[in-house]
């Protein structure tokens, strides 16, 4: 079961940080430790599963951030869902993965109306997203077997392939836009992206005003902006919990889907991610989630 996997990681895996540097304040070194198997709040400090998931009653989205091909963050969110659930039972996962015109067939697939089968080709799984289905299978026979409302959160990888090329005016000028305008970046994310950015341009740093680099950014906008407006309009429709699934990269620092939901006025936002053991210690900051979860090796 998820329960016994995750008991074998936090039993069986060492510290994913042993403790990070306080800095040149003269204060004392901070215990950051994030074991495997435990949580720590987003100041660092230990703070208890029910604790952190009773917080659920007093907000409106919970944004749990993954790297697409780990299992064991998978898993993680599965559990984190089921956690939610037993003190929101009326609840709604929001995905990446798909764009809108999938809901009919996740709609049918948490009906089990279609089989696994079915459903990846109805969605155009693979087209749409790419990594294996099997990672995501806990999350979506979880919400299958609860009737939990799975919602696409996407658009077409088509209009963001076109906004990176154009720039999202020029594509709004001639085309109606599934979204509206994003809410303009903060200067942290503007960094962040120029270095992903850098990554694949020869290691080059653009400049703020580089029109390649302006367009790179509006993609990336266009698609905290569509996640954020789905999971908004879930929430609307019920007054549903409403969880959104998304690479970590849309909700680290409140940076991406945060921030656009904090422009259409949804501020009830609890932001969870899970922590590698080897990740650097150097990434935890105050202002990198509302609390991190300590993840073993696969």
Known sequence: ???????????????????????????????????????????????EAAALFDRAHAVDFVLLGETHDRAAHHLWKA?????????????????????????????????????QAGFLEESAWKESWGFDFALY?????????????LIALNVDRSLVREVGQEGFDAVAARTEMPVGRPADPMPGYVSHLAEVYAAHADGRTPAADDPAFRRFVDAQLLWDRAMAEALAQAHDAGGRLVVGVMGAGH??????????????????????????AERSCGDLSPHLADAVYGIGTD
Request: with cysteine; glycine share 14%; charged share 20%.
């Open 251 to 276: 909700v680290e620092n409140g940076y991406g889907v945060p921030h656009q939901l904090a422009a259409l006025g949804k501020l009830g936002v609890l932001t969870l991610l899970p922590w590698d």
């Open 137 to 149: 299978r806990p999350i979506f026979a979880y919400a299958r077997e609860h009737g939990i409302p």
């Open 1 to 47: 079961s998820m329960k016994r996997y995750l008991y074998l990681m936090a039993m069986f895996g060492l510290a994913a940080c042993a403790s990070v540097d306080g800095g040149s304040s003269g204060t004392e070194t901070a215990a950051r430790g994030v074991p495997v198997g435990g949580w720590l709040a987003g100041d660092g400090r230990p703070i």
């Open 79 to 115: 559990e984190v869902i089921a956690e939610l659930r037993a003190r929101r039972p009326e609840l709604a996962v929001g995905l990446e993965m798909l764009p809108r015109r999938a809901q009919g067939a996740l709609d049918r697939y948490v009906a089990d109306a279609v089989d």
